[in-house]
Nanobody
Framework: QVQLQESGPGLVKPSQILSLTCTVS??????????WSWIRQPPGKGLEWIGY???????YYSPSLKSRTSISRDTSKNQFTLQLNSVSPADTAVYYC???????????WGQGTQVTVSS
């Protein structure tokens, strides 16, 4: 059974960097053909795809967030990390790490972590 767990600060100040880590257990992030995504849900809004990192280390970012986003991984720890730069209150959301690279492929989700951007 694959499990994902997000970790990181729950409060970030405007203009600073949001950094979250997802620890994966029960499966390797380097397993062939699997992709590992970050998705968020702002309050009162729908889910928004931020990007993913693939089994080979390839990355994809949402065009609307691409200029501020970086997703990396530590294969020795079986973790992948989201970095979102220059945050604003509009980045306040519940952030999820998820296995899958397309909406219809999403099968395992972390519990989600609330991140609030506020001074």
């Amino acid at each position: 059974q694959v499990q994902l767990q997000e970790s990181g600060p729950g409060l970030v100040k405007p203009s600073q960097i949001l950094s979250l880590t997802c620890t994966v257990s029960g499966g390797s992030i380097t397993t062939n053909r699997y992709y590992w995504s970050w998705i968020r849900q702002p309050p009162g809004k729908g889910l928004e795809w931020i990007g993913y990192i693939g089994y080979s280390g390839s990355t994809y970012y949402s065009p609307s967030l691409k200029s501020r986003t970086s997703i990396s991984r530590d294969t020795s720890k079986n973790q992948f990390t989201l970095q979102l730069n220059s945050v604003s209150p509009a980045d306040t959301a519940v952030y999820y790490c998820v296995r899958g690279g397309r909406w219809y492929e999403l099968d395992y989700w972390g519990q989600g972590t609330q991140v609030t951007v506020s001074s």
